[in-house]
């Protein structure tokens, strides 16, 4: 997982910082944040700390958390250091030198990309000091993203203003070789349930929200993928520019990702289709004055068993909802249906189960490597998915 520090200081542009936290972690980003002194003026650490679930570092003696030489810690972690807002005095101690808060001494122990968002008034931007620090900076391979002009909290109109989160954290993907790594690439995802129909009244399905199979279709689309979603019924809003394919019945799902499946790149299967369905199905209502009605089922096709069968170069990324023995469990399934990486979880484990919002997860490889994730939105989980999706591909 790619790991981005995020530094706030002290400009009444910290409140969009927020923003720049909420959306990395939704890419699937673990994120660190550093504030300066100034910076807790304007927003509390509270609030970043709840946005990335990670402690917020404001204080270069802190010895709350486990020892380790803190701003060397988080130096090494960054895979990209962004500073946003970075006011006029924050550029000026980084040009020469000066490293007397946790923020600048963090930046000067970095050695992967530092990103920089410039907010300050328009005469202090244009200002000669400025100016020369910033070209300084620019020399040493720092990057720079803004201002912008706009209105300022002075009341000038003019140059100064911070870059929107959305543009920022569009960069800082860039930078991290994320913003396109799925592009040219076809892939099929499948959400949500499927419905078996007993009588016009009565059906069998489960608990499937389609929750994260839309968010895998979405992070997909965003990084660059031209994305088919096949769909049992859900209550959610299909992402935008995504292909949408509705269907009811796992023969149904079968069927639509057979048609799609010999002209994709790869198949997310994290939908769960039914296994089993009424061996008869009925045109009428069945009464129950009948007394005791017995159900007899046969069994569904399997979708990601018969596309692993078929798969030449493609990748198959598929789900095991696990009540116990979760690892040996997925390990058993992901080497039977030919998959590349399986993504298990305990249904039984709270914030893991159907229709929630956040999921707690482990992907497993077919090199049997076992990576045990922490409870996260099944947004963030998503990038995480096509992040390692970018891998196989990159590995075959």
């Known amino acids: 997982m790619k790991t981005v520090v995020v530094a706030i200081s002290g400009g009444i542009?910290?409140?969009?910082?927020?923003?720049?936290?909420?959306?990395?972690?939704?890419?699937?980003?673990?994120?660190?944040?550093?504030?300066?002194?100034n910076a807790c003026e304007f927003?509390?650490?509270?609030?970043?700390?709840?946005?990335?679930?990670?402690?917020?570092?404001?204080?270069?003696?802190?010895?709350?958390?486990p020892w380790e030489v803190e701003h060397i810690s988080l130096a090494k972690k960054a895979d990209v250091f962004v500073i946003a807002p970075a006011t006029a005095n924050v550029i000026g101690k980084l040009a020469h030198g000066v490293a007397d808060d946790m923020l600048t001494t963090t930046a000067m122990a970095v050695t992967s990309k530092i990103l920089i968002a410039p907010a300050m008034n328009v005469a202090m931007y244009k200002s000669d000091a400025v100016k020369e620090n910033i070209a300084t900076l620019k020399k040493r391979g720092y990057h720079f993203i803004g201002p912008e002009r706009g209105l300022q909290a002075c009341g000038d109109n003019d140059i100064g203003r911070m870059s929107e989160p959305v543009d920022i954290v569009g960069k800082v993907k860039e930078l991290l070789d994320m913003s396109n790594i799925l592009e040219g690439k076809k892939i099929i995802v499948t959400?949500?349930?499927?419905?078996?129909?007993?009588?016009?009244?009565?059906?069998?399905?489960?608990?499937?929200?389609?929750?994260?199979?839309?968010?895998?279709?979405?992070?997909?689309?965003?990084?660059?993928?031209?994305?088919?979603?096949?769909?049992?019924?859900?209550?959610?809003?299909?992402?935008n520019g995504v292909l949408v394919i509705k269907i009811k019945s796992t023969k149904q799902m079968y069927d639509a990702v057979s048609d799609e499946f010999a002209y994709c790149d790869a198949l997310i299967a994290a939908a769960a289709p039914a296994d089993f369905k009424p061996k008869i199905t009925h045109d009428q209502k069945i009464k129950k004055d009948k007394g005791e009605y017995t159900l007899e089922l046969s069994g569904n096709p399997d979708v990601a068993l018969d596309m692993g069968i078929k798969k030449t170069n493609q990748k198959i990324i598929i789900f095991a909802a696990e009540s116990e023995n979760v690892i040996e469990n997925a390990k058993s399934k992901l080497k039977k249906k030919n998959a590349d990486m399986i993504v298990a979880n305990d249904i039984t484990q709270k914030g893991a189960g159907f229709a929630g919002d956040t999921n707690i997860a482990s992907i497993i490889k077919k090199d049997g490597t076992v990576q045990s994730l922490d409870i996260m939105s099944k947004k963030e989980l998503s990038g995480i998915i096509i992040e390692e999706l970018s891998n196989l591909f990159k590995d075959s």
């Open 13 to 37: 542009a910290a409140y969009k910082s927020a923003e720049i936290v909420s959306r990395l972690k939704k890419t699937g980003v673990n994120v660190h944040c550093i504030m300066t002194k």
């Open 191 to 239: 959400a949500g349930p499927t419905v078996e129909k007993i009588d016009p009244v009565r059906y069998i399905t489960n608990h499937s929200s389609g929750k994260m199979g839309y968010a895998i279709a979405e992070a997909a689309f965003d990084a660059g993928a031209e994305v088919t979603l096949v769909t049992g019924p859900t209550n959610i809003m299909p992402p």
């Open 43 to 65: 927003v509390a650490p509270l609030t970043f700390e709840t946005l990335s679930n990670n402690p917020v570092i404001t204080d270069m003696f802190n010895r709350e958390s």
